[in-house]
């Protein structure tokens, strides 16, 4: 059975990091793994988008429209813009922190005060917590989608895989403890 999963965010949240080390942990637990990214002008505030499936065998790293088992969002405005992606009883993991995208900032969009309820009418369930306020607590709010990481593992069930080891991997030396600390903050939030 294949498991569908989008992670949304603006340029700069970390949003490619998480999908990549998601990506990496599944493959090592043996899982066949497609994934695709789509950048808006990614490093001026602009939308972030990964496809992510797997399953036993997997033949298209696009998450069909009302397929997605979860939807991480590093930013609520982006979670309400994708959430037709969502299946029915589908889960969302949201960072309630605001930040403004590009169309927000330039005046082209406007940021709806209620999008926290908007996107709990459609979802099956919404773990909702500020993700950047608890990377703040540890001194870099940049490992936020760390934490994010830990509540999508923790809520996928896929605790078994080494996630320490998938740190210690693939995030630079200096960075490893506090990644693995945020890492467990993030699996304590769900």
């Known amino acids: 059975m294949t498991k569908n999963v989008l992670l949304t965010g603006i340029g700069g949240q970390g949003t490619i990091t998480a999908s990549k080390l998601l990506t990496i942990g599944l493959m090592s637990a043996g899982y066949d793994v497609k994934m695709s990214e789509v950048h808006g002008m990614s490093q001026r505030e602009g939308q972030v988008l990964t496809h992510l ?9 696009v998450v069909p429209m009302g397929e997605a088992d979860i ?6 405005l982006e979670v309400l813009r994708n959430i037709d992606y ?5 889960v969302v993991v949201l960072n309630t922190a605001r930040f403004n995208p590009i169309g927000v900032l330039s005046g082209k969009d406007t940021y709806p005060e209620n999008t926290k309820e908007l996107i ?19 001194g870099n709010p940049k490992v936020m989608n760390i934490i994010l990481l830990g509540t999508i593992i923790k809520s996928m069930n896929l605790e078994d895989i080494d996630w320490d080891k998938i740190i210690e991997e693939n ?6 403890d506090l990644n693995k600390k945020a890492l467990r903050i993030g699996k304590s939030l769900i």
């Not at 499936?53 to 790293?61: A, E, I, L, M, N």
């Not at 995030?171 to 490893?176: G, L, T």
């Open 171 to 176: 995030v630079k030396p200096k960075f490893v």
């Open 71 to 76: 939807i991480m969002g590093f930013e609520e």
């Open 86 to 90: 969502l299946k029915e009883d589908g």
């Open 120 to 138: 709990e009418a459609r979802a099956g369930k919404v773990y909702s917590f500020d993700a950047t306020a608890e990377a703040e607590k540890l």
């Open 53 to 61: 499936r797997y399953g036993d065998k997997v033949f298209s790293p």
